[in-house]
Structures are given as structure tokens and as C-alpha cells.
């Protein structure tokens, strides 16, 4: 009799089991369709997108802080040749300004 109600018990208890182990899988599957979902997945891009430009923006921080004299030269050097061409009009202006100033005054 001892090893029939053994052979109960483990039978009830392998049915306790399996019933866990369908249950976890439902609920795996249920959380794995609610991630995949687009709009999930969109979210968690936007969110790694977000985290990694916040990294890279702390770290170009703290590059211009360790950096100053060298960022100040980038910037120096940036404004010049976005500039390049006001200045250079700038002085061919003036230039010929002067030119028609010395010319006047040679004439007197």
C-alpha cells in the first residue's frame, strides 16, 4: 500500500509541477508579447537612443573641462572659416577704400 500512495504523491505531486511550469510559461509568454509589442519596442529604442546621447554629451563635457585651451582653439579656428568670407570681403572693402583714399590724396 506504501508504494501505491508513493507512486499517488509523486503522480499528484509531477501534476503540481507541470501545472507551475504551464503557468510560468503562460506568464513568459504573455510578458515576451507585451516586450515585443512596436510600440514597446520603439519605446526601448528611444530610451537607449537617449541614454547613450546623455552619455556621449556628459563625456564631451567633461573633455571640454580637462581641455579648455584646446576647445577654445577648435572654436577660434571654426569661427574663422565659417567667417572666411565676411572677413575676406570685409578687407578687399577696405582695402580698396584705402587704395581710392591714396589715390585721392595723390591727386591733391
Not at 512596436?38 to 556621449?56: F, G, R, Y
Amino acid at each position: 500500500m506504501t508504494q501505491k500512495n508513493d507512486d499517488i504523491f509523486r503522480l499528484r505531486s509531477l501534476a503540481i509541477e507541470k501545472q507551475q511550469a504551464r503557468n510560468t510559461l503562460r506568464e513568459d509568454l504573455s510578458d515576451a508579447k507585451e516586450r515585443l509589442r512596436p510600440s514597446n519596442l520603439i519605446q526601448e529604442a528611444k530610451n537607449k537612443t537617449l541614454d547613450q546621447v546623455h552619455k556621449t554629451g556628459e563625456g564631451a563635457i567633461q573633455g571640454m573641462k580637462d581641455h579648455p585651451g584646446k576647445v577654445a582653439s577648435v572654436a577660434a579656428v571654426a569661427a574663422l572659416v565659417a567667417l572666411r568670407k565676411p572677413l575676406a570681403k570685409h578687407y578687399n572693402n577696405r582695402k580698396s577704400a584705402n587704395s581710392a583714399d591714396e589715390q585721392s590724396d595723390a591727386e591733391e
